[in-house]
């Protein structure tokens, strides 16, 4: 663990001059005014929607589409990579978005990588926006067994997922999100093909520090309930509680492509005491037709 600690501010402190070094660049370099239609499509103000385990409040706003990427090894040999497209339909109101992921549990890891789950998302922008102080914006999502439960790549059953974000920005340099979500599989599968309902709650809380308008610095705080299928109709419960320190920045580009790098060092406290794997993150976020259109 001191290792780890050690080894985990070497690697911040490395990437935290190469961001701010590329953001100051960023800011104070000359490039040449770009058109109107072009200014209309690039981003602007500060990063907003690139938290990496705590969900933000923001919808996509129309014709604006998000690639997001996320890979965490862990200390126990699991190791998880996802994928989420998220698409504006037709107003900042209503959003889709699809999850994929592939993963390895540390248990099979003789099994190699493979499918996990998926979840199709749907996000309600029920008030605020990113220019607003206070967004909240409900989600439900349909979780769908695609991953195998025998090598612990998925829960085996058909599920339903509720999140409830909420965003609040204090003032000019500080933001908070806060989550409540609830998972239910009601037919979750073991790898002995045993099934039972599970559900399972989950609060998360992170705090953002606007260094800069494209560097940030937060750090994360995420709990889950975790109940596992132990034998037909039972289930064992357990609990997971990461606190995860990191950092973000942006690079804007004319054509109106924001790219958002990321990287977080999380570790388990309590029941988890020991388990950490670092976070790596990117975004790619651009318009997916003309701004005079989105209007």
């Known amino acids: 663990m001191r290792f780890y600690s ?33 200014a209309a499509s690039q981003p602007a103000g500060p990063i907003q929607d690139n938290s990496f385990l705590v969900e933000e409040a923001y919808n996509q706003e129309d014709g604006v589409i998000q690639h997001i990427s996320f890979v965490q090894p862990l200390s126990t040999g699991d190791w998880v990579y996802t994928q989420t497209d998220e698409w504006p339909m037709g107003s900042l109101k209503h959003q889709l978005s699809l999850t994929m992921s592939v993963n390895r549990s540390g248990i099979y890891a003789s099994s190699g990588p493979g499918w996990g789950d998926t979840s199709l998302n ?17 989600r439900i ?25 909420i965003s609040i920005q204090h003032n000019a340099h500080l933001v908070t999100h806060w989550n409540a979500g ?12 045993e099934h039972a309902a599970v559900l399972n709650p989950s609060v998360g809380q992170s705090t953002v520090w606007l260094v800069k308008p494209r ?16 034998a037909r109709g039972r289930t064992e419960r357990s609990s997971s509680l990461y606190v995860s320190p990191g950092i973000r920045w942006a690079y804007n580009f004319r054509n109106g492509l924001q790219v958002v790098p990321g990287i977080a060092l999380p570790f388990g ?27």
């Open 6 to 38: 050690l080894s985990s501010m070497t690697v911040l402190v490395l990437t935290l001059a190469i961001a701010v070094r590329a953001s100051d660049s960023g800011e104070s370099g000359t490039t040449v005014p770009p058109t109107l239609s072009e």
């Open 215 to 230: 560097f940030n610095a937060l750090c994360e705080i995420v709990w889950t309930s975790n109940a596992a299928v132990s």
């Open 141 to 165: 999502s349909l979780l769908v067994p695609t991953g195998d439960s025998t090598l612990g790549r998925g829960s085996g059953g058909w599920g339903l997922q509720t999140n409830l974000p």
């Open 122 to 138: 749907y996000r309600y922008q029920l008030a605020g926006s990113g220019e607003a102080r206070l967004a909240v914006a409900p």
């Open 269 to 295: 406290i309590g029941e988890i005491a020991g388990q950490h794997g670092p976070i790596f993150y990117l975004s790619l976020e651009h318009p997916f037709r003309p701004a005079h259109s989105r209007r």
């Open 182 to 193: 609830l998972t239910w599989v009601p037919a979750a599968q073991n790898p002995r093909h």
